[in-house]
């Protein structure tokens, strides 16, 4: 399993660059599932709901399962928070795992840059960051130093392209745009 990554400020748009980019990895016949980091308090059942009872109660996991999908809620009870290599080793293997946000972790990573954030940008200090995906003008001021591929935020036909190779999985399941 590939592990790839979108890093950049909050604001910057990871999410709404994750949101086009599967839709165009998985037309080229390539599996795809996601680990998103937050730093808010994640809440994924609700109170009076069976799942919350037995949580509450003081499970350390809960799994909900159905007919469409399942969902495992593990409680950390003072555990440190899980690394990214915790939660990969979760993950069931598919050809590519897009990771949003785990900035700090040693994977290749897209740095999403949005020029109006006002924030400075990660890649000058992070060298797993691998390119960019930017509103900023290439060459412009704001990205001036940067040696690295730059795409436009809505270059997603690009940007898959520059993911599936840099992960090897150029060719999969013959539908290389």
């Known amino acids: 399993m590939k592990v790839f990554g979108l890093a950049g400020w909050s604001g910057s748009g990871k999410t709404t660059l994750l949101a086009k980019l599967l839709p165009e990895l998985i037309a080229r016949g390539v599996s795809v599932s996601t680990i998103k980091h937050t730093h808010h308090k994640v809440e994924v059942d609700k109170p009076g709901k069976d799942s919350y009872v037995h949580r509450e109660s003081g499970a350390t996991e809960v799994l909900v399962g159905s007919p469409q999908r399942w969902a495992l809620i593990h409680e950390n009870r003072g555990e440190p928070e899980a690394s990214l290599d915790g939660l990969i080793a979760r993950m069931t293997p ?72 840099r992960c090897g999985l150029c060719g999969l399941g013959g539908k290389e745009t």
């Not at 995906?133 to 704001?142: H, Q, V």
């Not at 130093?145 to 997603?156: E, Y």
Request: proline share 7%; net charge negative.
């Open 94 to 165: 598919v050809d590519l795992l897009l990771v949003e946000g785990f900035k700090a972790y040693p994977h290749d990573k897209v740095e999403v840059y949005r020029q109006d954030n006002g924030k400075p940008l990660i890649c000058v200090e992070d060298p797993h960051i691998v390119a960019v995906a930017s509103d900023a003008e290439p060459g412009g001021a704001d990205l001036a130093g940067v040696d690295l591929p730059v795409f436009a935020l809505d270059d997603v036909v690009g940007l898959a392209s520059f993911i599936l190779g």
